[in-house]
């Protein structure tokens, strides 16, 4: 049975969305590959009654929490007061870092306004993570709930400050009391071609293997028309063990829906893509009108892009499409349109690939086809291939989608292709 | 006394630091700027019975709480079966919102999955937040709570269907419901070309003004390398009277910063660009180098563009922009070689106007410049420019901020030039 610590944010800019609460997130995640869960977390603004319901709230469920924020000198930082309430304790000021903070003022030529004092204020048995970076020290402060000892620990808000003292002093305690030693590893596999309930069911078999108590978890992860995310989570002694459990299952899910995966954790489409070339020492070209110059940014916001990709003509105006990549006359959204693009491209440019895209992004309909229209072409080294597929209307998606879609079946033919 | 709207943002990946809630503080920032308080923010996993309980201690202090995630096909989707259990309801089909999903299935010549009816599934007694982006509806869904009557709300995760949802239908039912008179109306001006202590600076005495009871409050937000936003929000009994006071602030700031502000509300710097060049009747064209394509991405990304944006260059590789573009020997990232590729973009594609951007985004210098390094052009009528600017060393970063930079500058010239 593993700890849980969940987190408790404080700060009402955090509530007004002037500052994303991305500590809890890193908190979590830490946590999570420490071993331990985060089941709750909390965001509540600089308001000592609230602070403290939700303090108690959380200790009723988890056997620790850790708050970020509250601990500086102004008058609206009350965490310390919160956790002396719950503790149920007076506040006292550690002369030790009393003197540090006076000390710091002193060197730095400054008169200290006596409010920093309060930085000082620690509450009756709670013991101190010393700074290294600021002048808010964190406090670990043991608390006993319904007859069990409980921990709350404090932070800084300062993301390095809070950081350090997590690495330094947070998880140490908390693997300690844990007594635990299994670490948490996992694994994204980055799919393309099917929804969400579609890999639902292919893997419908695999989750249900994976129900038992030692197996990894599954879980989907949105990521719009990036496709879907397939998440392995593994519990185990070792963070070797944890890998080998992760490439076991990766295994078995690969086996249900290899065409459909394209990549792993950090993988992106573009990347795969110019990897893939780049394997096979060919070149690329891009001929883009409906997506203005969309792929090309994707590609070259790749760092190396470089030695595959050799650039784009985007052909906005019919005649552009004409005069420059030798498109014929007749509607420039079609298939004979699509293929002249691509091979236009990579003739002009030079290089080994031409990918072309032309469609209707809206708001008003082309050549008589409607908005959500799109035709790719793809010419390469024993390929030649135009689609035609119907996307969401709405502009920006319909133009993201059409150059996820372009990339996804370009990946197919070079999958295909013998490596160099 | 203010509405209180709680959030709940439901999801394993929130937990784990694999996706950052940026959600509830949009939503926050939004209510705050509606006149309704959110006091307390939760993320929670995908576990129904914990939804539950944190979905309960929220509506015990809160009127509204508002839901995000949850609302997908899959078996860890449980929103909508957190919510039953706390309205003590069933949930059922929904005919329309079955077809509805039937149909968008049909017109994609996708199978559907019948998982995907999950989607369907209704409370009974809520009522429902139609889709404009996506499959799964929101919800409202009211509920009394210690004899008074409450609301939650229920959105997807994904945050363009989130935010078209709660401006759609979930703000104007919360100002419903807290029987406010007063309207409260904002306006937002985007400026660009100085830091937000310079806007401060500047705008001292207006803000100094503008601390009465019935004035508009003043906001600075930032939008990275989009430039600043000056919000300037107004209280007032009705909308007109809020729009006068509005026009009439809006006035006061412009008279210190007008040189800064390119635009107001939704327009972005790319609209304003392709808005100024129209009224002119001149088209544009742009050949971009380290931005590989983003520059035309977002002109294109504008409805309409096709009578200002005749296309672009996206020259990668050097040799393309020699044959291409007529630069000649020597160093592409160079002043020389903005100007040689403004003006060839411009001849080539028949254009007015030519734009170009030559530099370094890393990882490794390039042709003796530092990582950062930016040379942008601007050739057209009446005005022949190259400027040199050091922009962050991050790729991406550098990239965007490229983007902004010259089009940024490229308004200054077409704003001197005559309207036709």
Known sequence: MALRCDVL??????LLGQIIDSNSA????ELAAGGIDSLVQVKVGDNVGRIE???????????AVIMCGGLGPTHD???????????GVELVEDEAIGDLIREMFEARGRPMPESNLRQAQV???????PQTRGTAPGLICPVIVGGVEKVMYAVPGVPNEMKDMFERAILPDLRQRSGEESVIVSRVLRTWGDSESGLNERLND?????????????AFLASGWEGLKVRLTAKAETLEAGEQQLSYWEGVVRAEIDNLVFGVDDDTMESVVLDLCRQRGLTLAVAESVTGGLVG?????????????????????????????????????????ARQMAAGVRDKLGADIGLSLTGVAGPDEQDGQPVGTLYFGMVGPGFEEVRHVRLPALREQMRQFSVITALGFLRGHLDELPIK
Chains 1, 2 share one sequence.
């Open 297 to 337: 940014a994707r590609l070259t916001g790749v760092a190396g892009s470089s030695d595959v990709f050799r650039g784009s003509i985007v052909s906005y105006a019919s005649d552009v499409k004409q005069q420059l990549l030798g498109v014929g006359d007749g509607p420039v959204v079609s298939e004979v349109a």
């Open 123 to 129: 509450p009756v048995g709670a013991s101190i993570i």
């Open 9 to 14: 944010a404080v700060g009402t800019e955090l």
């Open 206 to 218: 695999v989750i249900e293997q994976l129900e038992g108590p030692d197996t990894p978890t599954l």
């Open 26 to 29: 890193w908190i979590g995640g």
């Open 53 to 63: 319901v939700q303090l108690r709230r959380l200790l009723d469920d988890a056997d």
């Open 77 to 87: 930082d009350l965490t310390r007061d919160a956790i002396a309430a719950v503790m």
